[in-house]
């Protein structure tokens, strides 16, 4: 037995009576009531506040931070782009920071000797992106105080570059706000306020604004163009082994690769088997519209009627191949490589590694987009002839060559690389007929944006489908304008070719070959072909084929009170959140019948649906449905329909649209809004049906007050909007 001598008993005491001192130190050292700590964001620059930015801008010693209000990634993209230029045009460093991840109290602290930039997209009707809006609440709030106590940033110096599309309403509405809440606090622009629309040319925009801002910019910031340099931002290394079930083929995420169970969301999309698939137009037609059925049984994704439903699409396996080849790269597709930034604060590995060439060119990074005028000159360096290189550096520099040949042709980057080296672009690319440029492929990376879903409004409800998601699509297609260099080509959107890719394969069909237009050879005339059976096979399970999707939530929602009217404008697939709207009424009526009798809907509200289409006899989307709504909704839900290409058509021959027929039924609309107090939804093109619609309103409202559409009827639209009782789903 161990003998205790005194003096370990003293140890032992003293030990314990410190660690009591400790564990009450509060109650003994301070009589004073405990204060609430005071949240991060407020505790001076302290080591180890994640969401503190100004720390780190000053360890990272970076002069600039870069904001984005980013929606579907593109805002993103351009602030990493404004990274890379200040950085090579300067030697100059950035953080590049999400809104959302940080706190803006001590936004008044940024150094004397540094800058601000924002990049804000305006997201639906002039809203801020979802990662913005704390920021804008801080920006436009009065009563938020900054770490000086007050609401103010007297001499922050500030660029602004605004993303929207001007065929909606509330064009660049957030980088407009952003511009007028931080002079209004005293901080100093440089340079001009950028706007990229969409609707025409966002990398026009950005390339004709950024060149003088970078002027005004360096005389600001007392900088020099040339102290930086063409530095890459990631090395790729090839990898002679590694455990194969750890390469990444096309998972989106970690769960994807291993298996597990998580939540499902745009970070880890969900591989839906697709329970059923049709054609929705008449047999026969140029034109496919798709209606898919995605289980969503046991996902752990709910969904409301309104919402949105990303899915993940690839890239078509003749633009893989082509890219493939003209990087020298078709032999060495599946060569395990991986991918280390080297400023992981400017840009981070935009997808997960490590991954194959293949993989990247086919489910990563968006080959499949028109080659941007900017990266034709970054590539021409690489050209593998003088002549190649003169090509690019011209297309890069003369905007209108650019816009006649690359724009207006749609040649992806592939396609350009061909045309540059003068190879027949018609062909099926193989390594035999397409030159191979030596292009290093972290600029490949660094260059193209990451691959981005594809959105579209699911068109069912919950309450009749809680187990399904239903999208309906139009697949695009489109011819290309011609010129010197190239005939007319068919033109396929990504997303919804995939789709019909799925449909053909689920069903056992046959794509038909597509008429060939003048000029253009019978190859081009089929339809592209994708890996729709995913990585590994994972995403077809016998007969069933399954598509990476997520859910993204929508304000687009009807009143939850069914005595208000509801008025849906929505022609072409504009009807298709509309179909989950009335599926929504007429589950809430079979129970309300159910609980309150066969009069139980008496009191209900009116639902009108103005619908659109070319002909009755081709393009009438869920035709043999409606009538059936109707039914149930006891005579509740009326449908009004114009079909554009068949009798009858205005007295003076001009074909009938949606917008005359809101115009016709005009006193009904005018009693359900003013009297009624409904709710009026507009879904689908927004260039000229959604414009033309609110035109009519504005007339039909201005007349019903007893004025006119410039003065009552603008104000009674303006109120509708404030009070979200007019609501648009709109796209360009």
Known sequence: MAVTSSSDVAVLALGVVLAGVYLFRDQIFSSAPKSVP?????????????????????????????????QTGTAEEYAIRLAKEAKTKFGLTSLVCDPEEYDFENLDQVPEDSCVFFVMATYGEGEPTDNAVQLMQNLTDESFELSNGEHKLEGLKYVVFGLGNRTYEHYNAIGRSVDAELTKMGAIRIGERGEGDDDKSMEEDYLEWKDGMWEAFAEVMGVEEGQGGDTPDFTVTELDSHPPEKVYLGELSARALTKTKGIHDAKNPYASPVKESRELFQAGGERNCVHLELDIEGSGITYQHGDHVGVWPCNSDVEVDRLLCALGLYNKKDTVINIDSLDPALAKVPFPVPTTYGTVLRHYIDISAVAGRQILGVLSKFAPSPEAEAFL???????????????????????????????????????????????PFDIIVSSIPRLQPRYYSISSSPKLNPNSIHITAVVLKYDSVPNRLAPTRHIHGVGTNFMLNIKYAANGETARLIAASDGMEPGQASLPTYAIEGPRGAHKENAIYKIPVHVRRSTFRLPTNP???????????????????????????????????PDALADWGSISLFYGCRKSTEDFLYAEEWPKYVEELKGKFKMHCAFSREPPYKPDGSKIYVQDLVWEDRKNIADAILVGKGYVYICGDAKAMSKAVEEVLTRILGEAKGGNAELEGAAEMKLLKERSRLMLDVWS
Not at 39 to 62: T, W
Not at 412 to 437: M, S, Y
Not at 581 to 589: G, H, I, K, M
Request: aromatic share 8%; with cysteine.
């Open 563 to 597: 005595k208000s009217p509801v008025i849906m404008i929505g022609p072409g697939t504009g009807v298709a959140p509309f179909r989950g709207f009335v599926q929504e009424r007429v589950a809430l009526a079979r129970r309300t019948i159910e609980k309150n009798g």
């Open 38 to 70: 005071l949240a991060p964001s407020k505790i001076a620059n302290g080591h180890g506040n994640p969401r503190d930015f100004v720390s780190k801008m000053k360890e990272g010693k970076k002069r600039i931070v870069i904001f984005y209000g980013s």
């Open 393 to 439: 550096k011209n297309l890069n520099t003369d905007k209108e060559q650019y816009a006649h040949i690359v724009a207006n042709g749609c040649f992806k980057l592939g396609e350009v690389l061909q045309l540059a080296a003068g190879n027949e672009f018609k062909a099926r690319p193989i390594p035999e007929n397409t030159t191979a440029w030596a292009i």
